[in-house]
C-alpha cells in the first residue's frame, strides 16, 4: 500500500513540474510578443495580452489603464523605437500568478520627444483560461 501512495505523489509532483514547465513556456513567448506588439502598434496583440484591469506603470510615475495604453500607440502620443531586453528574464511563478523583472534598453518618443532610457522592469502576469495576460507592469530607471 505505501508503494501505491508513493507512486501516486510522485506522479502527482511530476505532474505538476511539467505543468509548471509549459506554463512558463507560453509566458516567455507572451513577454516577446507584448514587445512585439508595443514596437507595431498591434491593438490586436494588445487587446489579447493585455488583462481587462491591466495597470501599465511608467519609471515616470505615469501610469495606464488598458483603453490608454492602446490610445496612446494608436494617436501617437507614445512611439516605442525599440525594446532591448539586457537580462535574462528572473521568473516566478505561483498558481495562476507570475512575477516577472528583467532589465531592458528602451528607445520611446513621447509626444514626440525622443526618451532613452535603462530600465528596471517588473511585469505580473495571470493565466486566465489558456493564456497569460499582463495585469500589472511597473519600471524604475536605472
Known amino acids: 500500500m505505501k508503494k501505491y501512495i508513493f507512486l501516486f505523489l510522485s506522479l ?26 508595443l514596437l507595431q502598434k498591434d491593438t490586436v496583440a494588445l487587446h489579447r ?31 516605442y523605437e ?25 528607445i520611446v518618443s513621447l509626444n514626440d520627444k525622443k526618451i532613452t532610457l535603462t530600465l528596471h522592469v517588473l511585469q505580473v502576469w495571470i493565466k486566465t483560461h489558456d493564456s497569460w495576460q499582463l495585469f500589472s507592469r511597473q519600471s524604475t530607471k536605472l
Not at 502527482?12 to 506588439?37: E, N
Not at 495580452?49 to 507614445?78: C, F, P, Q, R
Not at 525599440?82 to 528602451?106: C, F, G
Request: aromatic share 8%.
Open 82 to 106: 525599440s525594446i532591448k531586453p539586457t537580462t535574462t528574464p528572473i521568473v516566478v511563478v505561483e498558481h495562476n500568478v507570475a512575477a516577472v523583472r528583467q532589465t531592458a534598453d528602451i
Open 12 to 37: 502527482l509532483i511530476f505532474g505538476f513540474s511539467k505543468a509548471a514547465t509549459t506554463d512558463t513556456t507560453g509566458l516567455g513567448k507572451c513577454i516577446y510578443d507584448l514587445d512585439l506588439a
Open 49 to 79: 495580452l493585455l488583462h481587462t484591469d491591466v495597470m501599465y506603470g511608467h519609471s515616470n510615475g505615469w501610469i495606464e489603464k488598458k483603453a490608454e495604453v492602446i490610445n496612446n500607440l494608436y494617436n501617437g502620443t507614445l512611439h
